[in-house]
């Protein structure tokens, strides 16, 4: 089993940077890939980022790419979202989560943090 716990959301004027950071415990990180999602009001969640168990493969949104970076410390059992260029359409709970395999659909993955909320103001 394993828990993961997100923090570093917060209120960030359009423009700013924000960075998120999940950490695990219950388990080593080290055998899972981790993904990040969001999820607007009155919206789906939707997938953001993705990396590889040992960060050697990434994947974005369309809607990030290039604004946002995701990485992970395997050694910390911790993965880290770095978002800049906030927009404010990019308000939303940002959720992590593991999964044996490497895949942008949510329904595949196998554990969620709680999700930290982000708010970006125009």
């Known amino acids: 089993q394993v828990q993961l716990v997100e923090s570093g959301g917060g209120l960030v004027q359009a423009g700013g940077s924000l960075r998120l950071s999940c950490a695990a415990s219950?388990?080593?990180?080290?055998?899972?890939?981790m993904g990040w999602f969001r999820q607007a009001p009155g919206k789906e969640r939707e997938f953001v980022a993705v990396?590889?168990?040992?960060?050697?493969?990434?994947y974005y949104a369309n809607s990030v790419k290039g604004r946002f970076t995701i990485s992970r410390d395997n050694a910390k059992n911790t993965v880290y979202l770095q978002m800049n260029s906030l927009k404010p359409e990019d308000t939303a709970v940002y959720y992590c989560a593991a999964n044996y395999g490497l895949s942008l659909r949510g329904s595949e993955y196998d554990y969620w943090g709680q999700g930290t909320q982000v708010t970006v103001s125009s």
């Open positions: 990396v590889s168990w040992n960060g050697g493969n990434t």
């Open positions: 219950g388990r080593s990180l080290g055998s899972y890939a």
